[in-house]
């Protein structure tokens, strides 16, 4: 048991202690503020940048020592001379590629191997029944059937089968014979009689216009452009209207088969008049003293008589400044009767000069272009036979026919 004697002493003990170590933090710190201030006084102090008093200059000897200012550099001349927008040489600006469109001649001879490919079934057939030892009723209603699936209608098909019955009686039947006689039965059924040629010869005092129509997905703006490239490789001046205001990407389409053959397109913004671009197109060209204007306009399906009206009214525009020259009436091959109902429809509308049958290479039905042509009474004057830039030719009945028996 601890004495009050003894407490008094631990006591007094701990409270020497608690003085002693309060002590030593105060030297301590003492001391390191000491040595931080004679550290600092030890660095030299930092100086400020003269600033120049304005009008002084450098002496050489100062000039050489003197720390450079800001901005000293700019205001001192650079060993070599800056050059001027004059001075440089800017590179040219790179020519656009213009493209040469394939003669007539070459596309005529590639465009008859590759419709002969398409629509050789049709000669075969028809060969192969007629070289028949015997010509019996059985025989000559497959022939009509042939004929018939071919597009070709009834009654041309009528025709044509009435014909070949009375010259074989008549001349007898061979291989070679019945291909003779189906060659020339053929050739007159297409009516190698009718003018074909297109109207693209600039008047005196303004150029041809060819209005363009057809019904939606038959190829009408393709059309424009490679009908473009057929005047250009012929040496003409031609002009493109884009009509077609209601196709998003007509108007660009249509500026691209332009721009590589070098000929300019009239426009206007989307959803505009279709008549007023037409009318401004011709007036470009008259402006231009162009050969040909080439007008697309907006496809249209035959059962809306709205658009179909619309498409009267583009050309009563036109002729307030130029005669419409030709009415090219565009018709997908591929869609047999219908298309004989379209260009029905189209020839009650507008007066229709010359028909345009695409997508030929795609179908066996090459009887189309006899059965539109006994329709309307106009001639196909264009074939197109692919989906290459220059795979647009001409219509001849003799090489059509000969493709055909090839």
Known sequence: ????????????????????????????????????????????????????????????????????????????????????????????????TVEKPESAQGRLVRLRARLARSQGSLG??????????????EAWEDIEATLITADVGVAPTQELVEKLRTRIRVEGVGAEQARQILREELVELVNPALDRSLNVSRKETQPAVVLVVGVNGTGKTTTVGKLARVLVAEDKHVVLGAADTFRAAAADQLQTWGERVGVRTVRGPEGGDPASIAFDSVKQGIEEEA????????????????????????????????DVDEVLLVIDATTGQNGLTQARVFSEVIDVTGLVLTKLDGTAKGGIVIAVQRELGVPVKLVGLGEGPDDLAPFDPEQFVDALLD
């Open 1 to 96: 048991m601890l004495t009050p004697k003894l407490v008094t002493l631990l006591t007094d003990q701990a409270l020497i202690t608690i003085v002693v170590v309060i002590a030593v933090v105060l030297v301590v710190g003492t001391t390191g503020l000491v040595v931080a201030r004679r550290r600092r006084a030890e660095l030299p102090a930092a100086t400020k940048p003269a600033v120049e008093a304005p009008g002084t200059t450098d002496t050489p000897e100062t000039a050489e020592t003197r720390e450079p200012t800001v901005g000293e550099d700019a205001e001192e001349p650079r060993d070599t001379p800056t050059r001027t927008l004059e001075d440089t040489e800017l590179p040219e600006p790179a020519a656009p």
């Open 124 to 137: 075969k057939g028809l060969l192969a029944l007629l070289s028949r030892d015997k010509l019996d009723e």
């Open 291 to 322: 050969d040909v204007v080439l007008v697309d306009t907006a496809g249209r399906l035959h059962t809306k008589t709205g658009l179909m009206d619309e498409l009267g009214k583009v050309k009563r525009v036109i002729e307030k400044s130029a």
